[in-house]
């Protein structure tokens, strides 16, 4: 039997585990510990009085991944962003979000819902996280949506559809972990998920005004700000642009120079922010005890998968399961672009029953190298590819459909997560209801998705500007 | 997907060793949570005495690196027992009883068994550090101010060895639970449906939203 066999039976017994409802990080450490046992030991041609020495040799393989993947500063960005969010909760930003976007964009059709999705995708730039995003303003856009007769099941999904921006907009945890998987530079990657964000966020818009214009009382707008109460209403939301620059300047210095430091150090002067508002707002030792074992629980939960998957990669690099996976795929018989859109679509089935993080780093050890091989390869030239960009401008384009893909699985049935906090937050609207009214935004992400294959320079017009990638 | 999950308690036991181990898993999260904070510190320490007082933090990415097992690893029990780390119940979430206790028991006895072997390859990874004979009983040191790297590579088989512990008394537990056939077993997260996983992650941003 040689290693690919081995490699797939492994990868067989992961997806196995995963399934019968083993933790995704203990499924992969697993593999990647069964797979390394079996190959050391096929060298020896499986002489039983070698098992011990295979055992030996593959569990201290696998026992220095943890420590010496995970001590790297790169890595230290995904803990900030998490403590960011939490502390965002307590700094009181998002109210005062809701109510500038209130004023400024209420008069549109659908004022309101468009509010409410500009609001969040503003509040994205200081919490990378979807589902909290989605459970804040079920309770705060909900009843003021309802209290103008608005169509329930339309707040209801416009709450849940506008929590997925979360994961674009910087600071965003999974574009972090993305990077770290595939390798890529993480400051380059935040900064490519600028555009698309705002993008998706005015594809968004552009859905509810359409919607509210097309269906009768669907979504009335409300009016009636003077200019003055207008500009009154943007010191609340002023926070949250200044966390942002903080980590644009940090990942890149407009005024010519030096970047002012690293992203890691970019993003914990904004959490500092944060965290200083927070304590003005009335944040104490209970509440920031909270919030910190909050923010404990999460990265402890995103780092054991990191570490459990690195240790199913240590495995696959010694059965070369991507290798072969790559030279398959580039020798289809279709175009690069055809492949690719199959690739996407496998990922949107697959979100209907996996979590995005689970669901990215189980597959992206084998499927991106196999991108990138179908892009030309790593170090191919724009001018040579098949998509027109050099391999690491493929990498991040690939990173942010990947991303807006793993977005989707928030509000697709049966699980869509984000659909059951709002459904939970308020009683009288049913989980049904709430997937029904996040109906229209999934053409409103077939679009942006389309939008982001067809024209690459959405994604890749900032990072070109301010990194020179081609 | 669960991340939520709630656990029931009684007298016994069990159930007594499960609390305790609970209290001192809250304790290392705790610690955990505190790293993330320190770091935050740490970089507005170093960026403000590098741009203000021209005087950059000795070995800021050394302290970084020294860190993240502390925030990575010491809460991974933690996170065990509340059920917290991914994963997907779309078919453990339709069994029932018995046949759901034997799926969770071997499921568990097989993660305990990956973890033993883990506790064994990376307490070998803090071996080939340490050395009570060398300076700092260290043979590596990171790169700039020379801290000994042993400390936080004994975390790990540390951090591990608790998660093994916490392992033990689910296997009891499932083992308990499917002896029994009880619907309702104490000391292990029982799997919520999505609806109370939800209303448990709203009611964790809940009442935070002042004025």
Known sequence: ?470 | MSEHSSILTDDTWLSRLDRALFKFESLLALIGGIAVFSLMILAVVSVAGRNMFNQPLPGYVDWIEQAMPLIAFVGISYTQRLGGHIRMDILVGRLRGRILWAAELLTTLIVLAVMLLLVWGAFAHFLRAFDLAAPNWSRDSSLDIGLPLWPAKLLVPVAFGVLCLRLILQVWGYGRALISGTPNPIAVPLIADAASAAAAEAATVSGLEKG
Request: glycine share 10%; proline share 5%.
């Open chain 1, 1 to 470: 039997m040689d290693s690919i066999d081995i490699g797939l039976i492994v990868s067989g017994i992961m997806l196995t585990m995963v399934f019968l409802g083993m933790r995704v990080a203990f499924a992969a450490a697993l593999a990647g510990l069964l797979g390394l046992v079996w190959i050391f030991w096929s060298k020896k041609g499986y002489d039983p009085d070698e098992f011990i020495w295979a055992l030996g040799v593959a569990t201290k393989t696998a026992g220095q991944v943890p420590h010496s993947k995970i001590a790297n500063q790169a890595l230290s960005l995904i803990p900030t962003f998490i403590l960011i969010g939490y502390l965002a909760y307590y700094a009181g930003l998002t109210k005062a979000l809701f109510e500038a976007a209130k004023r400024w964009l209420g008069w549109l059709p659908g004022g309101l819902a468009v509010s409410t999705v500009f609001a969040t995708a503003g509040f994205a730039a200081v919490s990378g996280a979807s589902v909290a995003t989605s459970a804040v303003f079920a309770r705060i856009a909900i009843p003021e949506m309802l209290a103008e007769g608005y169509d329930k099941r339309f707040a209801a999904g416009v709450v849940a559809a506008a929590g997925t921006l979360a994961s674009l907009i910087p600071p965003s945890a999974i574009l972090v972990i993305y990077a770290i998987i595939v390798e890529q530079d993480v400051g380059r990657l935040l900064l490519a998920g600028f555009i698309p964000g705002a993008f998706s966020a005015v594809i968004y818009g552009l859905l509810v005004v359409g919607l509210a214009l097309t269906f009768k009382n669907f979504g009335p707008p409300v009016g009636g700000f003077s200019w003055k109460q207008r500009f009154q209403s943007l010191p609340g939301a002023l926070p949250i642009l200044f966390v942002v620059a903080i980590i644009i300047f940090f990942i890149y210095n407009p005024f010519g120079g030096d970047a002012w430091g690293t992203p890691t150090e970019g993003g914990a002067l904004g959490a500092f922010v944060v965290f200083l508002m927070a304590l003005y707002r009335g944040m104490r030792w209970k509440q920031l005890r909270e919030a910190l074992l909050e923010t404990a629980k999460l990265t402890v939960m995103i780092f054991t998968i990191i570490w459990g998957v690195l240790i199913y990669v240590r495995f696959l690099g010694f059965a070369d399961l991507p290798g072969v996976f790559s030279d398959w795929i580039t020798t289809l018989d279709q175009s690069p672009m055809l492949t690719l859109i199959y690739i996407l679509l496998a990922y949107a089935v697959l979100g209907m029953f996996m979590d995005a993080i689970g669901m990215l780093l189980l597959t992206l050890p084998v499927v991106y190298p196999a991108v990138i091989a179908l892009n030309g390869g790593e170090f191919v030239s724009a001018a040579d590819s098949a998509f027109g960009m050099s391999g690491t401008a493929c990498a991040i384009w690939f990173g942010i459909l990947v991303v807006k893909m793993a977005e989707l699985c928030l509000i697709t049935p049966p699980i869509g997560l984000n659909c059951f906090v709002v459904a939970g937050v308020r009683p009288d609207i049913t989980v049904q209801d709430v997937f029904k009214g996040v109906a229209p935004f999934f053409i409103a992400d077939a679009l942006t998705i389309a939008g982001l294959i067809a024209f690459p320079a959405i994604v890749l017009y900032l990072p070109g500007l301010l990194l020179g990638i081609s």
